[in-house]
């Protein structure tokens, strides 16, 4: 899948991850922007396309990876292109701790145990190999100090990272202000990692049950004023746990 067998959630996780406290910034938000990644990563395998502001499947055929295929396969059922921020927006359980778990048997984590308030027992998460992280954030400030135009899949990885709300965790202060902006600029270079990214931030901002429509000709309303039915929201599976219902990620 491209050139680095990592795929974009895991990338994506891995800029969150905080070296020094083992937690992840913005873990709300940043589900979501897992939810969103898995799109990007299976729009550059060729899995699915846009389509509007609509996700179309257009090969269904299986990436080899078991996260990714549980969410084409899920596209494919649907039988019809679903919007983004749809996706995005439906519910999910564990895609977050999945994705911690696939980094530490891949040997780029490795999990340490602890207790949250002396009493909760939490996990948190330390990078084995600080290389990969410092090489992913390295494409990152090389595209917001060059102003080259990205790789798509850098394009795509600042748009969600941006959309997440990270350019404060990754450049933080009054300092980091002019990279932030820059970071959100790289929206622009990837339409897939746009349309994603929008995606992401529209459903943080509320928006997601509020479909776009083309304004009605002059003169024509919706008969007795009725508003359209909405798609139910929809998302990627709900992820199995493993372990004991005790051990808790930290936030």
Avoid: F
């Avoid at 990078?127 to 102003?147: F, K, N, P, V």
């Amino acid at each position: 899948m491209g050139r680095s067998r990592r795929t974009l959630p895991e990338e994506l996780l891995l800029l969150a991850l905080d070296p020094t406290t083992g937690t992840t910034a913005q873990p709300q938000s940043l589900d979501l922007g897992l939810a969103g990644a898995q799109l990007v990563e299976l729009a550059l395998a060729g899995r699915i396309a846009p389509d509007g502001d609509r996700i179309a499947v257009v090969v269904p055929r299986p990436t080899g990876d078991p996260t990714l295929d549980c969410a084409l396969e899920l596209l494919r059922r649907r039988g019809a292109p679903v919007r983004a921020v749809h996706w995005i927006g439906g519910p999910r359980l564990g895609l977050r701790q999945t994705y911690l778990s696939h980094l530490e048997r891949c040997g780029m984590v490795h999990a340490v145990a602890g207790q949250m308030c002396g009493v909760l027992p939490t996990t948190r998460y330390q990078a084995t190999d600080t290389e990969i992280s410092r090489e992913i954030r390295a494409r990152l400030d090389s595209a917001i100090r060059t102003g080259v135009p990205p790789d798509p899949r850098t394009a795509a990885l600042a748009a969600l990272a941006h959309a997440v709300g990270l350019g404060k965790h990754l450049y933080p202060g009054n300092e980091g202000r002019s990279s932030r902006s820059r970071l959100r600029d790289l929206i622009r270079h990837d339409p897939m990692g746009g349309l994603v990214a929008h995606a992401v931030m529209d459903v943080q901002n509320g928006v997601a049950a509020q479909p776009r429509r083309s304004p009605a000709p002059p003169g024509r309303q919706a008969a007795g004023g009725a508003r359209p039915v909405t798609e139910p929201a929809r998302g990627v599976p709900m992820q199995p746990h493993h372990g004991t219902m005790a051990r808790a990620v930290a936030h």
